[in-house]
């Protein structure tokens, strides 16, 4: 059952929070491929046991975001875009999301920016770097935050909140620790430039202790939640 899976993440992150002594991290519950009556009942599963949170939920495809929340428009849901996002689909995402995970070029910032919907509160936004340079992933360098953060910062209509990775997946832990590391450093230091950065989204269903232990404020999990994708 959904809510029992969340009983068993919601302590694992209370666990590793209280072990690294650090403030509760927040959990983006990852959606995609999953069909609406899930969602419909994590969400009310965490209301049960966070009375007044509202629960996140991350998608990697606009449109099929876009059908989901069409069916569940009665629910006070918070939308993350974890995935890619293309430029011709800025319109559509500046207006469906309360959270873009994967800005990564500046052309994509005055897409989302124009698109925002005037009278909505700013859209989120963070910045995805490709920390361990793989060239099968979408991320910007690391010498490349400064000046994204800086376009981002400058767009009223967008919030810059900090930084997203999905460093490789090595089986070596120390690896992936190495990157980890490496993202906070990056975040600390986007932080002191820009006070307003506060997020740090990293690790996911099997690394969720490490991710936690080394600088995570937000943890994407999918299948520890939901079960292997069919």
């Not at 875009?81 to 500046?94: E, M, T, V, Y």
């Not at 002191?192 to 232990?213: C, F, H, N």
Request: charged share 20%.
């Amino acid at each position: 059952m959904l809510a029992n899976a969340l009983h068993d993440i919601l302590q694992r992150l209370d666990n590793a929070a209280r072990n690294a002594s650090r403030p509760q991290v927040r959990l983006l519950a990852v959606s995609k491929t999953r069909p609406a009556t899930a969602v419909a009942e994590l969400a009310q599963a965490l209301r049960l046991v966070q009375p007044g949170c509202v629960a996140a939920f991350g998608e990697n495809y606009v449109q099929e975001a876009l059908a989901k929340q069409a069916s569940l428009g009665g629910l006070a849901l918070e939308w993350h875009l974890i995935g890619h996002l293309q430029s011709n689909k800025a319109r559509d995402a500046a207006a469906a999301f309360d959270w873009i995970q994967t800005v990564d070029r500046v052309k994509l910032v005055a897409a989302l920016a124009t698109h925002r919907p005037a009278g909505r509160v700013p859209l989120n936004v963070l910045i995805q770097v490709n920390i361990d340079d793989e060239t099968s992933k979408h991320g910007c360098a690391p010498g490349d935050i400064d000046a994204l953060a800086a376009a981002i910062a400058s767009e009223p209509s967008l919030r810059l909140r900090g930084l997203m990775a999905i460093p490789a997946p090595h089986p070596d832990v120390e690896l992936r620790r190495v990157a980890f590391r490496a993202m906070k450093t990056l975040f600390d230091g986007l932080a002191t430039r820009y006070p307003q950065v506060d997020t740090l989204s990293m690790g996911m269903s099997d690394d969720i202790e490490l991710a936690i232990k080394e600088g995570a404020t937000m943890v994407r999990v999918g299948t520890a939640l939901f079960g292997p994708r069919q």
